[in-house]
């Protein structure tokens, strides 16, 4: 009896890891061994960078915030810590898209902190 390699499975598992690396440069697209080690390196980064995106995001909306409450005279943690005594829930997120967007806004959170203080 002759020995089964896979045929159509295995045609199809190594076809589906050569099209995710469409795209690659050199030997990386075109031999599957390499291909399959490219794949999934990118796999490793492209998981790590998910997260990774989460605390820079969080880093840069700090920075905006400190940068637009020190405008009006108060640093970022005393802001932060007026808020939260206030009980204002609005994440860094929100602060920092006002803080950029809508300064009259921002400008009453602060006050609103400063009394809190």
């Avoid at 291909?35 to 990118?42: P, R, W």
């Avoid at 960078?49 to 409450?69: H, T, V, Y």
């Avoid at 829930?89 to 602060?95: A, E, Q």
């Avoid at 898209?97 to 006050?111: G, I, K, M, Q, Y």
Wanted: aromatic fraction near 8%; charge should be positive.
């Amino acid at each position: 009896m002759p020995r089964a390699k896979g045929g159509p499975s295995s045609r199809h598992r190594r076809r589906k890891v050569l099209r995710a690396a469409k795209g690659y440069r050199g030997i990386q697209r075109v031999r599957y061994h390499a291909t399959l080690e490219a794949v999934m390196k990118a796999g490793r980064h492209a998981y790590a960078d998910r997260r990774r995106k989460k605390r820079e995001f969080r880093g840069l909306w700090i920075q905006r915030i400190n940068a637009a409450s020190r405008l009006h005279g108060m640093p970022y943690n005393k802001f932060i810590y007026g808020l939260q005594k206030a009980g204002v829930g609005v994440d860094r997120k929100m602060l920092a898209d006002l803080a950029a967007n809508d300064p009259h806004t921002f400008s009453e959170l602060v006050s609103i902190a400063k009394t809190n203080l």
